[in-house]
């Protein structure tokens, strides 16, 4: 299926639109005639945004996508610092070296239960019920 896309040259930074097969991932300018790479498609994706999986050190599992981060911040009772409207506003762009997402690590989240909500201090009363509901202990 032909469609309209967007293709980014690699040398020149050209971009222009193609009308070509949706399999079709790169070609070659027509200026420069270098390589060129099939841009997503932003505009035909409303309210799109991209998201990379990363490792989240202080949330200690693998983040694999927004509504994930969101139950994981809420499982763990975590509220998110910072500004969510203007981003950091601390941010240095003349500093030597910035933190970067991790790689995924392969460990996904797993929630706990807390002590007093799974009741393991109780002992438990195990027996058999006969039919008038008397209960007969198993020891």
Same mark, same amino acid.
């Given at each position: 299926m032909k469609a309209l896309y967007d293709f980014q040259c690699?040398?020149?930074d050209l971009?222009?639109?193609?009308?070509?097969? #949706?399999? %079709?991932?790169a070609g070659a300018c027509s200026q420069c005639s270098g390589p060129t790479v099939r841009l997503f498609p932003v505009g035909a994706a409303?309210?799109?945004?991209?998201?990379q999986s990363y490792y989240d050190e202080g949330l200690?599992?693998?983040i694999t996508g927004r509504r994930q981060r969101q139950f994981v911040m809420k499982?763990? #009772?975590? %509220?998110e610092a910072g500004d969510r409207s203007g981003g950091a506003r601390n941010f240095d762009e003349k500093a030597p070296e910035h933190m970067k997402p991790e790689p995924l690590r392969g460990e996904p989240f797993?929630?706990?239960i807390p002590a007093e909500e799974a009741h393991q201090d109780e002992p438990w009363d195990i027996g058999i019920e006969d039919k008038h509901g008397g209960i007969t202990p198993i020891t």
């Open positions: 690699c040398v020149c971009v222009e639109e193609q009308f070509v097969d #949706n399999t %079709i991932k409303r309210g799109f945004q991209d998201f200690g599992c693998d499982a763990l #009772n975590v %509220i797993v929630p706990r």
